[in-house]
């Protein structure tokens, strides 16, 4: 069984940067892309970035310029760099894989890590 194992999340003052780490273990099939989620309190889950097979990014509109996705060469560790953090970033943040031919919807998602708080004091 795949499973996957965020790391990284603290608390940091506005302006200020962390790096989220993915680790996966188990089998990791070639057709599954991975992307990060969060969810703040009292609001829906919400995708923040994606990568696709072909090396592709996408971002949520309120991240792009300040967070970025990457895989490690085995494409079985996915990151997240997170620059001039904003208290509405404060969420928990969590990693997912879904076949990449499916749409980057939370419910194509077939694995879930269990999350990292990432809390960001103004």
């Known amino acids: 069984q795949v499973q996957l194992a965020e790391s990284g999340g603290d608390s940091v003052q506005a302006g200020g940067s962390l790096r989220l780490s993915c680790a996966g273990s188990?089998?990791?099939?070639?057709?599954?892309?991975m992307g990060w989620f969060r969810q703040a309190p009292g609001k829906e889950r919400e995708g923040v970035a994606h990568?696709?097979?072909?090396?592709?990014?996408s971002y949520a509109e309120s991240v792009k310029g300040r967070f970025t996705i990457s895989q490690n060469s085995a494409k079985n560790i996915l990151f997240l760099q997170m620059n001039k953090l904003k208290p509405e970033d404060t969420a928990i943040y969590y990693c997912?894989?879904?076949?990449?031919?499916?749409?980057?919807?939370?419910?194509?998602?077939?694995?879930w890590g269990q999350g990292t708080q990432v809390t960001v004091s103004s």
């Open positions: 997912a894989l879904r076949r990449c031919s499916l749409p980057k919807v939370w419910d194509a998602f077939d694995y």
């Open positions: 188990g089998y990791i099939s070639r057709i599954y892309c």
């Open positions: 990568i696709d097979d072909d090396g592709s990014t």
